[in-house]
Structures are given as C-alpha cells and as structure tokens.
C-alpha cells in the first residue's frame, strides 16, 4: 500500500520521502533486495524511543503538578511499554505499509507484535528528523496523549488493586477506605481519603476526586505495609 495514503490520512507530507519509506522498511526486505540501495528502520527505531519518551515525559510533567517523579515514571512506563505500542500502530494501520522480506510475510510478521511497536517508534523518528520535534509532539497529540488523558493506563496507577495483593500475600487483613474531610469552593474541591488494614495501619491521601485520594492512600498505606507487613 503507497506511502502517501497513510501521509493522507494522518494530514502529513513528508519533505524527505524516503525517511517515511525507510520507517516501515524492515530488515528483511532489505536483506531481499541487496541490488537497491534500500535502509532498514533500525537506526530510526532508536531514534523513535526517545522521542516518545520525552514527548511522553513532557506531557505527563505538565498535566500532573502533584504527581510524584515516581508515580510518573511509572505511568510512563506503561505508555510505552510494547503492548501499547502495538495499539497504537494497530489503531492506525501501520501494519499494511511495511515492507517485508517474502519469509517473514508468510509468517505472519505484519501482525507481529514487536515488529508493530518498533514501526511505530521508526515512523516517530523518521517524523523528527524530516520537521522538527514539534511536528512529533503534534502527532502524539493526537494519536497517544488523548488515551492518556481518558484513563486508557490507570492500571498501572491502580494502588488500590496493588495493595489488595500484597496484603493477601500476608494474612486476610481487611482494607477499608473512607473520605474523611473536603476542602475548597465546589469547582476546586480537594478531598482527603483515609484507608487502614486491619484497623491498625492508618495512611490518608488526597485528591481533586474521591478516586485519585483514593488511590494516594493506597500508594502511602501499600509502602508502609511493604516496609512493615506484620503491622507492628
């Protein structure tokens, strides 16, 4: 399928053409086609990750003022881990427009779930170098920022989830949450939970929703019993 279909459809041109070309070049049609002077997307793939890593790194700096680095690094992490990767290039058919070698077609390759994340990454790198960073960031703008944004990687903020099972990797302690206070004008609240395990450990957390101070409670509580499980 032509390159200029997908240039269309994501409302791109590409000044160097064959930077988009060499993005969804994989290794094995250049190993089949050693005549022409074709590239493969490894180079770009590795250019490719850190600009979604800082992209990314930006984004979460700059839409979570309370977040810890920790909790940061963490949600990043879950971003561009290969499963999601391979979302995204999925949800934009980046499978159709690679170039394979005829052995790694017949088996299957373009559903390929590391050949997928590494096309996508590939495609971020060819994307800098031929317009620039913010040309980069407009694309994951569109494409990646908005499912960060709707909660599509709140597992991997799940303390809640987190510290059920590490409890029950102890004894059958009980968890209880509750809201124990709201501050501030109806539009700006901040409400502050309190969770406590076995009616010993007590650990708050706050939040602009009774979740999020949910949750920070549960990360406070899930590092005290991790230091002290036997709650004493």
């Not at 003022?65 to 999601?84: F, N, Q, Y």
């Not at 800098?128 to 980069?136: M, P, T, V």
């Not at 960031?137 to 991997?156: C, M, N, Q, R």
């Not at 007590?202 to 005290?224: H, L, M, P, V």
């Amino acid at each position: 399928m032509k390159l200029e279909y997908l240039e269309e459809k994501l409302g791109l041109k590409f000044k160097e053409p064959l930077l988009l070309k060499q993005a969804f070049t994989h290794s094995s049609y250049v190993n089949e086609h050693r005549e022409d002077s074709f590239s493969d997307n490894e180079r770009l793939e590795f250019l490719g990750d850190a600009v979604l890593e800082l992209g990314v790194s930006q984004y979460l700096y700059r839409n979570n003022h309370d977040m810890p680095e920790g909790e940061m690094t963490k949600l990043r992490a879950a971003i561009v881990c290969e499963a999601s990767l391979v979302n995204f290039a999925e949800n934009l058919d980046f499978g159709e427009y690679i170039l394979l070698g005829k052995g790694e077609e017949q088996t299957g390759g373009r559903q390929r779930p590391a050949l997928l994340a590494d096309v996508f990454e590939s495609f971020l790198g060819a994307l800098y170098l031929d317009q620039g960073f913010d040309c980069a960031l407009a694309f994951l703008k569109k494409y990646v920022f908005p499912k960060i944004s709707t909660g599509a990687f709140s597992h991997a903020m799940d303390y809640k989830s987190q510290l059920q099972e590490l409890v029950q990797q102890y004894k059958n302690y009980s968890i209880c949450y509750e809201i124990i206070e709201e501050k501030g004008p109806s539009h700006n609240k901040e409400f502050v939970a309190r969770v406590s395990i076995q009616d010993q450990l007590f650990k708050k957390g706050s939040g602009r929703t009774k979740k999020e101070a949910e949750q920070r409670a549960a990360k406070n509580a899930f590092d005290a019993f991790e230091e002290n499980p036997t709650l004493e």
